[in-house]
């Protein structure tokens, strides 16, 4: 739909409990082109495109309980794609599956609404810029692994979970979250109550979190902010080799994992964990390590927030220098 650069303001509509659209498999894709392009999936009906490619400038709404698209092959939005309403999006993504082009969007929003990704990972930002996936309002989002900031120059991109009952989790063994794998300032937000849970469910290798994958990842953050607003990571990395990327938890957010480390390599100086406000808490249940290999690494808490670690080690060799941390079950109160 829209293959010509003057086809726009085309419209699909599939609707109704029993309507079905579906595009036979094979090599060729399912493509909204140009701009203005829309496609509406609703009241119970079912839209079943192989290979899904959401051009820019144009939109894809899936809304309403027992509404379903669900597709096979790639999954690519460069556009503005919602599900709400108790839909479900189901994506198996063989190939690549991603948004790919600058400013798009995805959101999933409500109760009941849902995305499963069952084969490979989403990357929210995949040579594309100021991308966002919002889920939103009890929205429930799962996938092998998601990387937030892909190549280098896929810069400030966001992952935004918010609002009491939304969750964010994996699928499948050895997960990751790379925020910024090699982009630099991306963003992934837990907010007002949502939930982030990384979880390793088989084989040997943790679950991770890294912040700043690549040397040209810098200043990424992730932010766990506001009352029972949680994350959980096994191994979380503030700086892998990309330097000046941070943690900060705030105003009651919790953040759980067993081993931490800021500076992972010696290029990864300069991050920073923040913890402020009565009932913030970050939570190690093995170690944290401020500055593995690289200097200049550091922790502050404040206002009332908690710092809890098994053991501490700062700066674990010579190359790891002017590293900071308070000491470990810090709780400083709040200033009269």
């Known amino acids: 739909m829209g293959v010509g650069p003057t086809a726009t303001n085309n419209r699909i509509v599939v609707t109704g409990s029993g309507s079905l659209l579906q595009q036979l498999a094979g090599v060729r894709f399912f493509l ?11 009241n119970g009906a079912t839209l079943y495109p192989w290979d899904f490619r959401l051009g820019a400038g144009n939109q894809t709404i899936v809304t309403d309980p027992g509404t379903l698209f669900t597709n096979e092959a790639s999954f690519t939005v460069a556009g503005r794609m919602v599900v709400s309403n108790g839909a479900t999006l189901g994506t198996r993504a063989q190939t690549i599956a991603g948004l790919t082009g600058n400013g798009a969007t995805l959101i999933v929003t409500d109760a009941g609404s849902a995305w499963e990704c069952s084969q490979n990972g989403f990357s929210v930002g995949l040579g594309a ?26 810069d400030g991109n966001t992952l935004q979970v918010t609002g009491t009952g939304t969750r964010l989790t ?30 390793t469910t088989g084989g040997s290798d943790l679950a991770k979190t890294i912040l700043g994958a690549a040397s040209t990842a810098t200043s990424n953050t992730l932010l766990i902010a506001g009352s029972n607003s949680r994350f959980t990571s096994p191994s979380l990395l503030i700086g892998s080799n990309g330097p000046a990327s941070q943690l900060v938890i705030s105003n009651g957010g919790f953040a759980n994992d067993a081993v931490a480390v800021l500076g992972v390599s010696d290029t990864a100086s300069n991050n920073i964990a923040i913890l402020a406000g009565p009932g913030s808490l970050w939570s190690n249940s093995v170690v944290l390590v401020v500055g593995s290999n690289a200097p200049v690494n550091s922790i ?24 900071s941390a308070p000491p470990i079950g810090s709780c400083l109160p709040t200033p009269l």
């Not at 098994?310 to 674990?316: F, H, V």
């Open 32 to 42: 909204v082109g140009a701009s203005n392009n829309s496609i509406v999936v609703s």
């Open 129 to 154: 810029t100021n991308t966002s996936l919002l889920v939103s309002n009890g929205g429930f989002v799962r996938a092998p692994s998601f990387i937030v900031g892909n190549f280098a120059g896929d």
């Open 170 to 199: 994996n699928s499948f063994f050895g997960p990751t979250l790379e925020i910024g794998k090699a982009g630099a300032n991306n963003r992934v937000l837990v907010l007002n109550g949502a939930r982030a849970d990384l979880f």
């Open 300 to 323: 502050i808490v404040s206002n009332g927030s908690t710092l809890l670690a098994n053991s501490l080690i700062l700066g674990n060799n010579s190359s790891s220098s002017n590293n």
